[in-house]
């Protein structure tokens, strides 16, 4: 397995020492303006019931929930490495029940209809198995009028890239609408802030 192929799969699903320290310092420094427009875009209200998609290291769902008041954020990720990870950095959160982390796939794991005002992820589409089915899926777990917020970079910049191909699946903006126009999301659009070289997108659609 060459380098590429090892850091593509480690991108997807972190494990080992790399996981553990190499990825948990990429994720917080190089997910740190796409983050920042998820969270602009999010939007969110001191009450709401909010679900992330593969938190890595954990510290996007931190900072939400530093600024919940009756609210809280779960959070599914299939890394055990991060999984780890998130509880130690949430633990006093996660003690006062505003934070509740879950390993496992998204899809494999189950939640009540209705339950979240929002659902969000960053830099997690690329990876997905069943991205219809996904999709759907948050659409059944959001209430009436909730949103969902997916955090991605330009097919154009995936592209040029050093990752495996067969690891990543790269989107263009109007492939991301698509699949959640599909899903019987309305008002679906995106939001595009261009910082530095590179554009970071926000699809955001509503149930």
Aim: aromatic residues 14%.
């Amino acid at each position: 397995m060459n380098y590429y192929t090892y850091f593509s799969k480690q991108a997807r699903k972190p494990s080992g020492l790399f996981g553990r320290f190499f990825m948990k310092k990429l994720f917080e420094k190089g997910n740190m303006e796409l983050n920042s427009h998820v969270y602009e875009t999010l939007a969110f209200g001191k009450n709401d019931n909010i679900l992330e998609i593969g938190f890595g290291p954990g510290l996007f769902m931190k900072k939400i929930a530093d600024s919940l008041t009756d609210g809280f954020i779960e959070g599914v990720d299939f890394s055990e490495t991060m999984v780890n990870i998130a509880k130690k950095r949430n633990r006093s959160h996660i003690k006062t029940g505003k934070v509740k982390i879950q390993s496992g796939d998204f899809n494999n794991v189950s939640y009540a209809a209705n339950s979240f005002e929002r659902v969000f992820t960053v830099n997690t589409i690329y990876f997905w198995q069943n991205p219809s089915e996904t999709a759907s899926k948050i659409f059944e777990i959001l209430k009436p009028g909730g949103k969902v917020v997916v955090g991605y970079h330009s097919k154009e910049d995936m592209e040029n890239s050093p990752l495996n191909k067969d690891v990543f699946k790269y989107y263009a903006t109007e492939d991301v609408e698509e699949l959640f126009t599909n899903a019987n999301f309305k008002d679906v659009k995106t939001i595009t802030k261009k910082i530095a070289d590179k554009s970071c997108y926000c699809c955001i659609a509503t149930k």
